[in-house]
């Protein structure tokens, strides 16, 4: 079955560094999003991502974030400045036509920033 | 305001038992789907009722949805040891572009 992965699956990063999260989502789907959980809490939306664009993101996705799709299969999200806050899971997930359909996640990256 | 607020948050039942999770919401609403998170791992998509649907069965899975009420219920039947794990509602707001709203999640353990 097709799978969305994600690399790394943990991360350690020094608050102030710079860190990219990568994804590869499922080679026929067109809807790409960035989600997080911090530890115990809700899951969190980011950002999503349609026909090369952001189509929506939240008040979490502020000028420190980023994202790219830089060839026809990767996906990224950069956080340009790590803040303590940031420490989470972050999941990649894509979707075939968006809402109307579910979401297939990635298995998530370990964010710690210490 | 919360978006896919779960009840109850913990839920311990027997296997072979049936677990029954409710999920209200606030906003009016396209679709409204389930998720498992077994722990440390990802969200895998359970199943997906449409705001015009009132249910809807994938094996041992029942989503109900009444939209008047702004509440859905996931039915898991003959519950396993495997079936324990988190348990999320996710809705998509009417006239929202592209984002689900997670609730903060029902922890299920089943006993063997």
């Known amino acids: 079955e097709p799978e969305v992965t994600q690399t790394p699956s943990h991360q350690v990063t020094q608050m102030g560094q710079e860190v990219i999260l990568r994804c590869v989502p499922i080679?026929?789907?067109?809807?790409f999003y960035w989600y997080r959980q911090i530890l115990g809490q809700k899951v969190e939306f980011l950002v999503s991502?349609?026909?090369?664009?952001?189509?929506?993101k939240s008040e979490i996705f502020d000028d420190q974030f980023s994202v790219e799709r830089p060839d026809g299969s990767n996906f990224t999200l950069k956080i340009r400045s790590t803040k303590l806050e940031d420490s989470a899971m972050y999941f990649c997930a894509s979707s075939i036509r968006g809402l109307d359909y579910g979401y297939t996640f990635g298995s998530g990256t370990r964010l710690t920033v210490v | 305001s919360q978006q896919g607020e779960e009840d109850p948050q913990a839920l311990s039942i027997q296997e072979g038992e049936n677990a029954t999770m409710n999920c209200s919401y606030k906003?009016?609403?396209?679709?409204l789907q389930w998720y498992r998170q077994n722990s440390g791992r990802g969200l895998v998509h359970l199943i997906l009722?449409?705001?015009?649907?009132r249910e809807k069965h994938s094996g041992r899975l029942r989503v109900t949805l009444d939209t008047s009420k702004k509440s859905s219920s996931l039915l898991i039947t003959a519950s396993r040891a495997a079936d324990t794990a988190s348990y999320f509602c996710?809705?998509?707001?009417?006239?929202?572009?592209?984002?689900?709203?997670f609730g903060k999640g029902i922890t299920l353990s089943v006993r063997p």
């Open positions: 991502f349609y026909n090369n664009e952001i189509s929506e």
């Open positions: 009722i449409r705001s015009n649907e």
């Open positions: 080679s026929n789907h067109l809807y």
């Open positions: 996710a809705t998509d707001a009417a006239g929202a572009n592209s984002k689900l709203t």
């Open positions: 906003t009016s609403i396209n679709n």
